[in-house]
């Protein structure tokens, strides 16, 4: 069987699990050789040093979008793309919009968690780049409920583990409106998400782990500038 190496706590990860699941595929979660993407031994089957990571009895494929496209490739039974070529391009987009515009404005707000150190003017300049994400999201999001279709898909799997981390550690803590209120084309998009059996339970636990971590370590995050 197929092991997939990293914790449930990055969205990355999660996006694979995800994927996996729509498509009927089982993976062996494992812990990263040597207990640490940072360790000699997982360096020494991925240099790159990161997860997820996909190991095919000793073939590593790291990233998480080239492992989806693997996954696809390998099990087309069940497909994980739309049929249709534009679709299966704003399927792709949506993925590619949430690592570009998404992500990317996470980490940095987390120094600023803090009220009393925070800088305002920062968190407002990262609001309306996430701000900007969600309107080209709803914009080249198809008609759905999900991204595109009437099932989920890659694009869905990848924007779905980020709402769920900003919903539990952005929207509320920062005063940013969040995208999925209302009755937006996020929104519904978010219920269809929310309502699915093979999305839900991914991004329940994701969300879970997520709320642990930072528990355990909102003191030392806020405290780092």
Not at 24 to 29: A, K
Not at 100 to 126: C, K, M, T, W
Request: net charge negative; glycine share 6%; hydrophobic share 40%.
């Amino acid at each position: 069987m197929m092991k997939l190496y990293g914790a449930t706590a990055s969205p990355y990860v999660t996006r694979v699990i995800m994927f996996a699941q729509l498509k009927g595929v089982e993976l062996q979660r494992s812990p990263v050789p040597g207990g640490n993407p940072r360790s000699d031994e997982f360096h020494a089957v991925n240099p790159i040093g990161k997860v997820p990571s996909l190991d095919l009895d000793g073939y590593i494929i790291p990233e998480s979008d080239v492992i989806c496209e693997y996954l696809e490739e390998a099990y087309p039974d069940v497909a994980g793309l739309p049929a249709d070529n534009r679709d299966r391009a704003t399927s792709r987009l949506v993925a590619r919009i949430t690592d570009l515009y998404i992500s990317p404005n996470f980490g940095p707000l987390l120094p600023h968690l803090n009220p009393a150190s925070r800088d305002q003017s920062e968190v407002d300049r990262i609001a309306a780049e996430l701000d900007k994400a969600f309107r080209s999201l709803a914009h080249y999001m198809g008609p759905g409920p999900f991204c595109v279709e009437s099932e989920p898909t890659l694009g869905d799997c990848a924007l779905g583990p980020y709402i769920k981390l900003l919903k539990n550690v952005v929207f509320t803590a920062f005063e940013i409106p969040d995208p999925t209120d209302g009755d937006g084309r996020l929104a519904t998009w978010w219920q269809a998400v929310q309502a699915h059996d093979m999305c839900r339970p991914s991004l329940d636990e994701y969300g879970a782990v997520v709320d642990a971590f930072m528990r355990a370590n909102k003191a030392t995050i806020t405290e780092h500038r």
